[in-house]
């Protein structure tokens, strides 16, 4: 029997392995437990979606649907907040990581650690009139360093 059941093979990969669908899941299943327990203008706070997305399914999508339903039983007003999900989810690891995903999001456009040494280096430049000796000491680095820095950064010192 199994030889006849098994003429193709369908891969299909672990729901944390495709996180990006993880919302229009939660929103399908959502849809879908409003019409069992007879509930409307229920939707899922920013934070909870997060942290279900966060979130490593390893029950992959039945255990994202069990979970969706339980939640949209257990909350009592119009959004589905963190505190209406089962405490495995909102362990201090699934907290952690949704403050880290958070993060990473409020901080995308700052410039990172070398971009930052490249302006402060053209900054001290600039204000030194590109003195590369009060530069390197207004940095707090020898000369050599100085110059190393420049050529790293494509800053031509002059003369």
């Known amino acids: 029997m199994f030889y006849r059941l098994n003429v193709f093979t369908l891969e299909v990969p672990a729901l944390r392995e495709r996180r990006s669908d993880i919302p229009l899941l939660a929103e399908r299943f959502l849809q879908r437990a409003l019409t069992k ?3 409307t203008n229920l939707r ?3 934070e909870t979606m997060k942290l279900l997305s966060v979130y490593d399914w390893r ?18 007003g119009n ?10 989810l909102v362990s201090d690891e ?6 880290r995903f958070h993060l990473q999001e409020l901080y995308a456009d700052l410039p990172n650690l070398e971009e930052l040494e490249k302006r ?22 020898d000369r050599r360093t100085l110059y190393r820095m ?3 950064f494509g800053i031509i010192l002059g003369e």
């Open 37 to 39: 327990i007879e509930k």
């Open 44 to 46: 899922f706070a920013d």
């Open 59 to 76: 029950g992959n999508v039945r255990e994202l649907e069990s979970t969706v339903e339980y939640a949209a039983l257990r909350t009592r």
């Open 79 to 88: 959004e589905i907040l963190p505190e209406d999900l089962p405490s495995k």
């Open 94 to 99: 699934q907290q952690k990581t949704a403050a």
């Open 120 to 141: 402060y280096l053209q900054h001290v430049l600039e204000s030194t009139n590109h003195n590369r000796t009060r530069t390197a000491e207004i940095m707090g680095v």
């Open 150 to 152: 420049a050529e790293r």
